[in-house]
């Protein structure tokens, strides 16, 4: 059974920083693509960031590029989402999500989609607030 | 990028069918078949109920179903039941490498 548990969430001030973990399990982590999606208080879902299994390609929205970092332990199952210059705007529960991708080759290129997120963990919520 | 746009609410009556639209643009819905729709229950995380326009995980009642035409998806569910009351989500890949997901539709079961 795939399990997603995230951790990590709480308040902090404007300005501030915050790491939220996904600890995964009940599938094979190494070969799976990984996601954050988030949710503000009452409002509807939006995509933050998508990382490959490996690590080596993300993908992020504009809303925090440049302040949020997707990354990954394989060898602890281990989703990490590193948050920097927090906004009150970022106020929302966060959803690690299993992902699939899907590549195709364009002439040269190889381009990477993101398809859909399989399997999501409970949130943790992350207020922003002085 | 503008999420994708969905009706706020439909409502129904059970063993109805109720269609739920998403409304892109050629960037995102028109052109790739990347579409999904998620079911929300209050307080709980979304689930995934239909991928790649029109599949469905194991697991999902084929009681849902999922089809595009240019730039609009819809999700139909049909033989609606007491439990399929929720929210609704699309979302679609785009031609920027994001993701993009509808504003979200309140499914009512009168």
């Known amino acids: 059974e795939v399990q997603l548990l995230e951790s990590g969430g709480g308040l902090v001030q404007p300005g501030g920083s915050l790491r939220l973990s996904c600890a995964a399990s009940?599938?094979?982590?190494?070969?799976?693509?990984m996601s954050w999606v988030r949710q503000a208080p009452g409002k509807g879902l939006e995509w933050v960031s998508t990382?490959?299994?490996?690590?080596?390609?993300?993908y992020y929205a504009d809303s925090v590029k440049g302040r949020f970092t997707n990354s990954r332990d394989n060898s602890k199952n281990t989703l990490y989402l590193q948050m920097n210059s927090l906004r009150a705007e970022d106020t929302a529960v966060y959803y690690c999500a299993k992902t699939t991708l899907s590549t195709k080759r364009v002439g040269m290129r190889r381009i990477t989609m993101i398809v859909a997120f399989d399997y999501w963990g409970q949130g943790t919520l992350v207020t922003v607030s002085s | 990028q503008s999420a994708l746009t969905q009706p706020a609410s439909v409502s129904g009556s059970p063993g109805q069918s109720i269609t739920i639209s998403c409304t892109g643009t050629?960037?995102?819905?028109?052109?790739?078949?990347?579409v999904s729709w998620y079911q929300q229950h209050p307080g709980k995380a979304p689930n995934l109920m239909i991928y790649e326009v029109s599949d469905r995980p194991s697991g999902v009642s084929n009681r849902f179903s999922g089809s595009k035409s240019g730039n609009t998806a819809s999700l139909t569910i049909s033989g609606l039941q007491a439990e399929d009351e929720a929210d609704y989500y699309c979302?679609?890949?785009?031609?920027?490498?994001?993701?993009?997901f509808g504003g979200g539709t309140k499914l009512t079961v009168l």
């Open positions: 009940g599938f094979t982590f190494s070969s799976s693509a």
């Open positions: 979302s679609s890949y785009t031609s920027s490498s994001t993701v993009v």
């Open positions: 990382i490959s299994d490996g690590g080596g390609s993300t």
């Open positions: 050629s960037s995102d819905v028109g052109g790739h078949n990347y």
